[in-house]
């Protein structure tokens, strides 16, 4: 009895599900005249991968629908009722030069490259940073590392703004944070040795005049010798010898667009440019034990930072 | 050779240069950046690529250090906050806050140091590793010749000493403790950096340290003088320059090349005032060293790596004795003839001495470290070694002595679970003059709680006879008749290595987030065919001499010993320059062999060995910081009665404290960081520590530092 009744139900259900998912698509694709369109960057594995997730989302959210890509170099093709994605800096920068007035979504752009953008007052124009937002990784801290008070910075030519703002988010969650600036050309040496007199937590911040693939290997040694654990910001961290990273991924920066631009396709307004709502969480537990540090395992921090922020994985 | 790691690490490191490395401005940077061959600047970026590039492995398995409850063993690390708080101008005194370990001066430029006893004047069964060289120099008495390590101590990273045996990871000359030296990298050196020491029995050491940045590469440079005029009674002033250098440099992203060089010179005074047989002198010893590594790094946990090194020491002492002379100067001329004559010698006969020797090192050794499964890590490598000798006043021959040694070695850490960390490691050794040794050990560290290891370990090392010990032949002859005067030392052929079988328990605890640490370790350590020299070996054919009679000493596998004891060390430290510890060790060595003769009133009437331990000793140090960039530290240390191989009973060191008082202040002079220092060593009353008729005085100095 009760096998029949649910046998009636789910045919139900499928019936219905049918009948609205062919009316959204049919929706959707009304067009009003609003078709996507993908400006790329310069062949990347980055971008190829953000890409493939886009458009595999795309089609799931938005069945039988196909974005048309354009190359950063020609950007001829632009016109009105397009909604344009840029994936890369120098697809955004490409089309914000373009005078397209159109509703942009740019991904795969670190925040500084998204401020440095002459926008001016063009219309809808957004954006999903590769870049964390500081809460995000004050609360990895908080999470990951309960016992560390001291958090240690250093602002570069192109982070001063991005250090402040770590450093007010840590006093918030009452943590101590100290910020040196590594300026001069042995500013750097100076300031480690000034900000970890005693071991604190050193953020990594994506300013590539004091964080690169050079300066890296000291920071890290140096840090160290001071018994002071490295946060990252790409996996690539994490194995050079960050204890942890937290990020996110070409992936799920193309998966967050695919839904920003479905949503938009029907009709929404862009989002303010934010960071990707999706993320995870690297850890070098060889490092991490040999600083005697005891870490959780990298996925159980990740869920529970997600379910800190509500947000769906 | 390292091990996974058995020890607390291995050399750390690295690199490459603070500054961005895009220009090569003075000539020097730009001869060097050359040389290195390019690649000094990063390639011109997206954005994004500081989030998607790849960046090269950096703290890889080799530059980790073992956390201390991992170690099969007990580990003690001095650090550079604790080298400088004590104020040391020598690296031996470093050992004064290591439990178990015996630290004296032979002279005032000759520091003796011994882990667990055994000793003689010239201690041999531990084993110094500078950056990963073996500054082991057992060709001519001497284990460890601290005077002849380059390293500047203000360029020293941290100190690992492994207390215990480690034969199983560095082979036969890591017998009875380790003391791995590890350098700062070059690029984590101040631009520049000036010292200088002013005080007491004329201390006068001024040391210059300069870094260069070259892009992909950092290159350090350090010189400097040391001197003084050593202990207040002994003809023991010193000179010592010395020079060093390091060059870090990334060759390809996964790949790292360490160039390291080191120069030693030093004028040292020898010789007994009043004693015409060891006339006053100086001697002059230089040492020199290259040693170059190359490193690939494939991934955090695989690491392949080859060093080699050079070295080259070379030694000048001579002088002669006229005869006559080291009789009693109160006889008349001509007794004197007739006392000479009647030994069949004529008036002016004297005996040349020449102790000048040369010593040639070469050294390679393959490392390959790699992760097996999740859970097990092994390291393994081998290496050669020879070592050409010459020192026709040691070895009574014109030819060189050529030690050509190979050894094999692998390590095995197997994490077995979250408590259980089992290791198994071993080495072993062939050397052109004997059998194959097998130096193996099984350690098992149990995580009793996060903070809290108990540890077991069981390993069998054998040391391998020196050559000194197994072909030295000293002979004083008379320059014109030829006649034997002394015989000193005949061959001791047919020396067996000795053997050492250790079994030890150990407690690790850290309390306080770290900031309380607790290591307790009971042991005992039982030597079977120990080397001793028996002074009253019948001499060979031929060997009767002047003054010896048909008496020539020799090394004879003739000791047995057994060590037992327990050392603690309780440190608490709120913060990197805030410390308050204790040491303190326990040690008690039953053992047969060689006595002193009973018919000779002066002489210690019980086996040698065993009296060459302290029942009894600690350590109390501590260092304070105040406001305004003050500091004060102190060591105290407490030494029971021992002797260093003195058969005699007045050469008993009696028990003794020792206090060394440090106050200084940092400051800023515009961008120079500066300190002033006033350093206070044997505060107390004036005590012996090698033998009661040296005393060693009180002494003060000032110091200076300036970075850049």
Not at chain 2, 340 to 366: M, Q, S, W
Not at chain 2, 568 to 587: C, F, H, K, M, T
Not at chain 2, 683 to 701: K, L, T, V
């Amino acid at each position: 009895m009760l096998r029949s009744h649910s046998r009636i139900l789910a045919s139900i259900a499928a019936l219905c599900t049918a009948f609205v998912g062919t009316t959204l698509a049919a929706g959707t694709q009304m067009p009003a005249a609003i078709s996507p369109v993908v400006v790329l960057s310069d062949p990347a594995p980055a971008y190829d991968e953000a890409m493939r997730a886009l458009r595999k989302n795309l089609q799931r959210l938005v069945p039988g629908l196909q974005p048309t890509t354009l190359d950063w170099r020609d950007l001829t093709a632009l016109g009105r009722n397009q909604a344009v994605v840029t994936i890369g800096s120098q697809a955004a920068g490409a089309v914000a030069r373009s005078g397209f007035r159109g509703p942009v979504l740019h991904t795969l752009i670190p925040r500084s490259a998204f401020a440095d953008l002459d926008i001016g007052a063009r219309g809808q124009v957004s954006a999903i940073f590769i870049d964390q937002p500081a809460d995000r990784q004050i609360a990895l801290i908080r999470r990951a590392l309960p016992r560390w008070r001291k958090i240690a910075l250093l602002s570069g030519p192109n982070s001063s703004e991005l250090t402040r703002q770590l450093a007010a988010t840590a006093l918030e969650q009452r943590l101590l944070p100290t910020i040196e600036t590594a300026g001069s050309d042995d500013g750097l040496y100076a300031a480690l040795q000034k900000l970890l007199i005693e071991p604190a937590v050193l953020i990594a911040t994506p300013d590539p005049s004091v964080f690169n693939s050079y300066t890296i290997q000291n920071i890290l040694l140096t840090a160290y010798r001071q018994r002071s654990p490295v946060i990252g910001f790409s996996p690539a961290y994490v194995r050079a010898g960050a204890i942890l990273a937290v990020y996110s991924t070409p992936r799920q920066i193309g998966t967050q667009a695919a839904e920003i631009l479905s949503a938009q396709l029907s009709g929404s307004r862009l989002p303010p440019p934010e960071s990707c709502h999706y993320f995870e969480v690297a850890a070098n537990p060889h490092v991490a034990r040999s600083l005697g540090i005891d870490l959780d395992d990298a996925d159980r921090i990740r869920d529970s930072l997600a379910d800190g922020e509500g947000a769906h994985q | 050779m390292t091990e996974p790691k058995a020890v607390p690490h291995k050399i750390a490191e690295p690199v490459q240069t603070f500054s961005q490395p895009r220009k090569c401005r003075r000539w020097t940077r730009i001869v060097l950046c050359l040389a290195i061959g390019g690649k000094l600047a990063p390639p011109s970026q997206a954005a994004e690529d500081t989030f998607f590039g790849d960046l090269p492995v950096v703290l890889s398995a080799s530059r980790l250090m073992q956390p201390q409850d991992e170690a099969p063993g007990a580990t003690t690390i001095i650090d550079r906050a604790m080298i400088r708080a004590s104020g040391a101008r020598d690296l031996a005194e470093l050992l004064r806050l290591v439990p178990g370990f015996q630290v004296a001066s032979r002279s005032g430029h000759t520091p003796l140091t011994t882990y667990h006893g055994l000793s003689d004047d010239a201690p041999r069964r531990m084993l110094v590793r500078v950056d990963g060289r073996s500054a082991y120099s057992p060709y001519f008495v001497s284990g460890i010749e601290w005077g002849k390590i380059s390293v500047d101590i203000e360029d020293i990273d941290r100190i690992e000493v492994f207390r215990g045996s480690n034969a199983a990871a560095y082979g036969t000359n890591a017998f009875l403790g380790v003391v791995n030296i590890v350098t700062r990298p070059a690029a984590d050196t101040p631009r520049a950096r000036v010292t200088s020491n002013l005080g007491d029995d004329g201390i006068r050491d001024t040391r210059a340290a300069l870094r260069l940045d070259l892009g992909s590469a950092a290159l350090r440079l350090s010189a400097g003088r040391q001197q003084d005029e050593g202990q207040p009674d002994l003809a023991d002033n010193r000179r010592v320059d010395r020079a060093d250098m390091r060059l870090d440099w990334r060759n390809a992203p996964d790949q790292q090349i360490e160039i390291h060089a080191g120069l030693v010179n030093s004028k040292l005074e020898m010789g007994t005032f009043d004693d015409p047989s060891d006339p006053l002198r100086n001697r002059g010893d230089d040492a020199a060293f290259g040693q170059i590594r190359w490193r690939l790094t494939r991934s955090a946990e695989e690491e392949l790596q080859v060093t080699y090194f050079h070295q080259e020491e070379r030694s000048r002492d001579a002088y002669r004795l006229l005869l006559r002379e080291t009789l009693d100067p109160r006889l008349p001329p001509a007794v004197i003839d007739a006392v000479l004559a009647g030994y069949g010698l004529t008036p002016d006969a004297n005996v040349p001495v020449d102790f000048a020797n040369r010593v040639i090192r070469d050294d390679i050794e393959l490392e390959h470290v790699q992760r097996l499964r999740h859970d097990s890590r092994l390291v393994w490598g081998a290496g050669h070694r020879e070592d050409r000798l010459w020192s026709p006043a040691i070895f009574n021959t014109d030819d060189d002595i050529v030690n050509r040694t190979s050894r094999l070695f692998g390590h095995l850490e197997w994490r077995a679970g979250s408590r259980w960390l089992l290791n198994f490691g071993a080495t072993a050794e062939k050397s052109n003059s004997g059998k194959m040794h097998t130096s193996p050990r099984f350690s098992a560290n149990y995580h009793l709680t996060p903070g809290q290891t108990l540890k077991f370990s069981v390993s069998r090392a054998y040391r391998i006879p020196t050559p000194f010990e197994a072909r030295g032949d000293v002979q004083f002859r008379e320059a014109i008749s030829g006649r034997l005067i002394r015989y000193t030392l005949q061959p001791s052929n047919g020396l067996d290595p000795e053997r050492l079988t250790a079994t030890e328990l150990g407690y690790l605890g850290n309390f306080l987030n770290k900031r309380v640490t607790v290591d307790l370790r009971v042991f005992e350590e039982r030597i079977d065919d120990l080397i001793e020299r028996d002074k009253d070996a019948p001499a060979p054919a031929g060997g009767t001499s002047l003054l010896s009679g048909n008496v020539a000493p020799q090394y004879r596998n003739t000791g047995e010993a057994q060590i037992r004891g327990a050392e603690l060390s309780l440190v608490y430290r709120p913060a990197l320059n805030r410390w308050i510890g204790l040491n303190y060790a326990n040690l008690d060595i039953n053992a047969k062999g060689v006595t002193g003769t009973l018919a000779d009133p002066l002489q210690i009437h019980e086996v040698l060995a065993t009296t060459t331990v302290p029942t009894e000793s600690a350590a109390l140090f501590a260092h304070w910081t105040f406001g305004e960039g003050w500091s004060a530290s102190v060591i105290h240390t407490f030494t029971g009665s021992m002797n260093w191989y003195a058969t005699r009973t007045r050469l008993i060191v009696p028990a003794y404290h020792r206090t060394d008082v440090r106050f200084a202040r940092r400051f800023a002079l515009g961008r120079t960081r500066a300190e002033a220092a006033l350093t206070l060593q044997n505060a107390g009353s004036g005590n012996a520590d090698f033998s009661p008729e040296q005393a060693i005085g009180r002494r003060s100095f000032l110091s200076l530092s300036l970075e850049l």
